[in-house]
């Protein structure tokens, strides 16, 4: 009933910026907490940042606090995540999630999942 599409993603430089997309069907989307996690290969999935429902709280991954900035649009039923000042430990597969409740979405344990957007920092 629900899904979930990332895009946006892609090569950049050390330094630039990349904005992800995630584009969630269903109409209940106001209702879901929103969030981003991402996986380089080998390692574990890691949270991002995540987005609460009305009035938006927001949560951010201490690696990436100050340089990227979560937000949504409940009209257009998508999530966005505004990545500047990028580092090459930046590089993983990012995936976007949503859950009922916030606290459970920032564990990782999250209801629904994209399948993936690939960002490639190169220095």
């Known amino acids: 009933q629900v899904q979930l599409v990332e895009s946006g993603g892609g090569l950049v430089q050390a330094g630039g910026s990349l904005r992800l997309s995630c584009a969630v069907s269903?109409?209940?989307?106001?209702?879901?907490?929103m969030g981003w996690f991402r996986q380089a290969p080998g390692k574990e999935r890691e949270f991002v940042a995540a987005?609460?429902?009305?009035?938006?709280?927001?949560y951010y991954a201490a690696s990436v606090q100050g340089r990227f900035t979560i937000s949504r649009d409940n009209a257009k039923n998508t999530v966005y995540l505004q990545m500047n000042s990028l580092k090459p430990e930046d590089m993983a597969e990012y995936y976007c999630a949503a859950d009922a409740g916030f606290s459970t979405l920032r564990t990782g344990l999250a209801a629904y999942w994209g399948q993936g957007t690939q960002v490639t920092v190169s220095s």
């Open positions: 987005i609460n429902r009305n009035p938006g709280h927001t």
């Open positions: 269903g109409r209940s989307f106001s209702s879901y907490a």
